[in-house]
């Protein structure tokens, strides 16, 4: 029962450590008189995908590769069909143009190059594929061209993007130090129980790590775009919304992947091509649904099928076990 409790917990530290870091890291930006629109594009975004980081890493330590990988995977399915999906049920979303032509399929080719590195070793006789060191820094260099694009990006639209201000909260220096401080600590410890209860969960009801990591563990990790999806569709910001959900897409593989498999390379699972394979089919269907419709909008009867389609996902899921 305890086991249960702190993951319960470690989530729920996740989540908050995460907030608290960004706050804090703003805040502390804010003072040394950096521009909001750095602040937005590093430390905001760094920060929401920072309790997939955490995960990865302690999972990479602890040679638990399954939840890992799946914490990625599980998390950029989670994203598009379930995310997506309750936000394009509150409202339709319109989608702009850089957002169609060039991030989405930006998160396209993270998914084509995972792919094809989840296929390049084949380690003895098993058929177990692996991710490894020089393709977590190949991954890291896409990071960067992303990184590129998106400041310049920024750049070449400053004027419309500083019309959006992002709320940052003013601290004293001790507070700021104590958010920081008291957010990396969350981040270890929810990170750790979180994978703690990951892998008794799998053994006590007979479950794989990899499914725990496709379905709670990456669930979980998913929550802070949740929050934020949803808050920015109700606000009509649907260029938060939809580039919250791409932008942490193109993240988790490229950035958190990268970090993990420099660490320590990843063995895949048995069915990580399949579940790629899904991922891959998801990405192509927003694309299309771009085009379905209403161009350049996700309505809510697309929404819709998200949903539907992440639950038949799960249910697929607990049928292959």
């Known amino acids: ?187 270890y410890f929810g990170g750790k129980w979180t994978v703690d209860g990951a892998i008794s969960f799998a053994r006590i009801f007979g479950l794989s790590e990899y499914f725990i990591g496709l379905t709670i563990v990456a669930v979980g990790t998913s929550l802070p775009e949740l929050f934020t999806s949803i808050i920015a569709a109700k606000k009509g910001d649907a260029d938060l919304a939809i580039g919250n959900v791409v932008g942490s897409n193109i993240f988790n593989i490229f950035w958190i992947l990268g970090v993990t498999a420099m660490i320590l390379p990843i063995s895949l699972p048995i069915f990580a091509n399949v579940d790629l394979l899904i991922l891959l089919g998801t990405t192509i269907l927003l694309f299309m649904f771009i085009f379905v419709g209403k161009k350049h909008e996700l309505e809510r009867w697309q929404g819709a099928i998200f949903i539907l389609l992440y639950i038949a996902y799960i249910y697929y899921l607990i049928f292959r076990g």
Do not use: C
Not at 8 to 30: N, R, T
Not at 39 to 46: K, M, R, S
């Open 1 to 187: 029962m305890l086991e249960y409790i702190l993951f319960v917990v470690g989530i729920f530290l996740l989540i908050k450590g995460a907030d608290y870091l960004v706050d804090g890291s703003s805040s502390l930006a804010k003072k040394l008189k950096v521009p909001t629109l750095v602040i937005g594009l590093t430390i905001v975004a760094f920060g929401t995908s920072m309790p997939e980081l955490v995960v990865n890493i302690l999972s990479a330590i602890r040679g638990s590769g399954d939840i890992a990988f799946g914490n990625i995977v599980g998390s950029n399915i989670a994203n598009i069909l379930l995310i997506l999906g309750i936000t394009g049920v509150i409202r339709n979303l319109k989608v702009q143009h850089s957002t169609t032509w060039k991030e989405i399929p930006f998160s396209l080719l993270a998914v084509v190059v995972l792919l094809v590195f989840a296929n390049t070793l084949t380690l003895d006789k098993l058929n177990i594929t692996s991710l490894l060191r020089f393709e977590g820094i190949i991954l890291i260099l896409f990071f960067a061209i992303f990184l590129h694009y998106v400041f310049e990006l920024a750049r070449r639209n400053r004027s419309r993007v500083e019309d959006k201000k992002i709320d940052i909260k003013k601290h004293s220096g001790l507070m700021i130090f104590l958010m920081i401080f008291g957010g990396l600590v969350a981040l």
